[in-house]
């Protein structure tokens, strides 16, 4: 199969606050012919992930900044439709970080082969992939949550929350889930979460949070920053543990945001604050996805998909994350 | 040896803000005759601790409020002047949490006996006390700190600070202290300090730490909070930890305080923030008081005192710690 040209998503300038339209660009360009080595990908699914805000900033991080008329890239599902690779052949289903583009060249081993057997391809971007290797990691090998203990979840309708809170409910946890919605709200419910705030709705979060757990809580997987730490904080028990996963409520910020007026309070409780990066933690992941696969085969862990139809809408998808517009996992179908 | 009454320092009120004079009473009060097991200690000298700022607020935290009415309380070392327990004779010099009084009657399992060999009586309420045990818990149990790494120690001419940048010489770090004037930057040069920051007269603490440590810290020991934590996270190499001792910037805060604005980078560099509070740790006690007897007979720990004369001064010495007044330990030196 010859393909001449595909296209692609363009960062165009660098956002400041919520990211416009304007940021991106969609493109066309060339499809080089393939080499010894490489394979020529039709990509199925591709992420949006909140992360990538932190990407459309030109400073350094723990991965580099997008640069200004590149494409974009994040995960992305494709299927190997010409292969030059005695590793990967025409049809293989595959796992890659060049998301944001409707085809790919490059060398076999930066794509992952995938056994959709175990779950459907795009899982494998959200419950079975990197949000749920994340909701997994914070609450097992950060957090380290307990059976009996209380774990309370922000943005539990987002990819990462959604299935956070199902797996602490595996391990025996009561679950506190935080959402923007009714909808959303009803959602955590079905999820398996015990009492479910509202933050929209709620006029004081610590109030909300204390009704919800009155005898305190010993997880806080943190997602969102800002009040709902506070909140936390005044509630985490005696030797209570935070996940720091993300704080989506800063990403956006053009001043510098207001941190938790109680950080204090760790002192007092002797309470452990820890961040993570998914990606220092990949050496466990085929234990990840033997136990998530027996999960999604058990019927114990139940996806959710909120889906955008083609490479255009792409953009749209990535802002809608700062919206609350999705409920699970952002996809966006590309094929 | 009887003694019909003795002198002890009262709360008289909760002090808004920073304590004065007219938060405490000197009152005098009748000295019971010993029952069987108990012992009359002449206390030789007390304590005073920024921790004990928490305790004169009325609510409820890891160690109940004082008393409005009530003797204070709090470490000091004493001598046995009378004894009807089988276990204390007197001369035994004891250390105890009957502080802020010139003498006590209490039962022989409320006092430890401590080898004025090993240390002179009041560094068992400094170098070999509390503070030590917490500068040493704060390094080598919560923040790890591992030779060859970057230390930063905040207040580091107190009694806990002053015993954590000498320690964490000995770990075999380099170490970085922040102090209040010149005169403790000299004495923190002394004790070992590879960097000093004089934060009254840097305008921008993170360009001074930045300065002071071109590489970036691996630990941050917490005594102050507020900038000097923003600082330090802004420093903080990845997987760097902070060991969260002591915010006494806050204690005396009549409003909210404003929490660090860069929590963020708690995420994008995997940093563990650990509150703690020595008196968990005693189990491991025996362990410290090992290790800084030798120490201190190496030389390898050098101790400072400040000084304040008669119970009277108490209430005054405990108002100096908010004001650096002390370089070092600060003591009331009883008898």
Redesign the interface.
């Given at each position: 199969m010859f393909i001449e040209s595909t296209r692609e998503i363009r960062l165009a300038s660098y956002p400041a606050g919520l990211p416009t339209a304007a940021n991106f660009e969609l493109a066309t360009t060339p499809v080089p012919p393939l080499k010894q080595g490489e394979v020529l990908v039709k990509n199925l699914w591709m992420s949006v992930d909140p992360y990538m805000r932190?990407r459309m900033v030109n400073r350094e991080?723990?991965i580099p900044p997008f640069q200004i008329g590149k494409a974009l890239d994040g995960g992305a599902v494709g299927e190997v439709i010409e292969s030059s690779s005695p590793r990967l052949k025409v049809g293989d289903v595959v796992l890659h970080q060049f998301g944001w583009r409707e085809h790919v060249v490059a060398t076999d081993s930066a794509f992952h082969l995938i056994d959709t057997r175990l779950a459907p391809p795009q899982a494998w971007l959200g419950a079975i992939g990197m949000p749920g290797m994340t909701a997994w990691t914070g609450l097992t090998r950060i957090a380290r949550a307990q059976p009996g203990e209380t774990v309370f979840v922000s943005a539990a309708s987002g990819a990462v929350g959604t299935i956070a809170v199902q797996i602490a409910k595996i391990l025996g946890c009561r679950v506190v889930a935080s959402v923007g919605s009714e909808e959303k709200a009803e959602l955590a419910r079905t999820l398996g979460a015990d009492a479910v705030i509202n933050y929209r709705s709620a006029r004081d979060l610590t109030a909300a949070l204390h009704m919800a757990a009155p005898e305190g809580i010993d997880v806080y997987f943190e997602n969102v920053?800002g009040s709902h730490?506070?909140a936390a904080l005044n509630l985490l028990k005696?030797n209570g543990r935070v996940a720091?996963?993300?704080?989506i409520e800063?990403y956006n910020a053009t001043e510098?945001?207001?941190?938790?007026?109680?950080?204090?309070?760790?002192?007092?409780?002797?309470?452990?604050?820890?961040?993570?990066?998914v990606s220092?933690h990949w050496g466990h992941y085929p234990e990840f996805v033997k136990a998530m696969a027996g999960w999604l085969a058990a019927g114990k862990i139940q996806t959710r998909d909120t889906i955008r139809e083609g490479l255009a809408a792409a953009p749209d998808a990535f802002i809608g994350l700062f919206r609350g517009e999705n409920t699970g996992k952002m996809l966006v179908k590309l094929a």
């Open positions: 932190g991080s723990y920053g730490l506070e005696p720091l996963c993300g704080m800063q510098a945001p207001r941190g938790p007026a109680n950080l204090g309070l760790a002192i007092v409780k002797r309470l452990r604050l820890e961040g993570f990066i220092d």
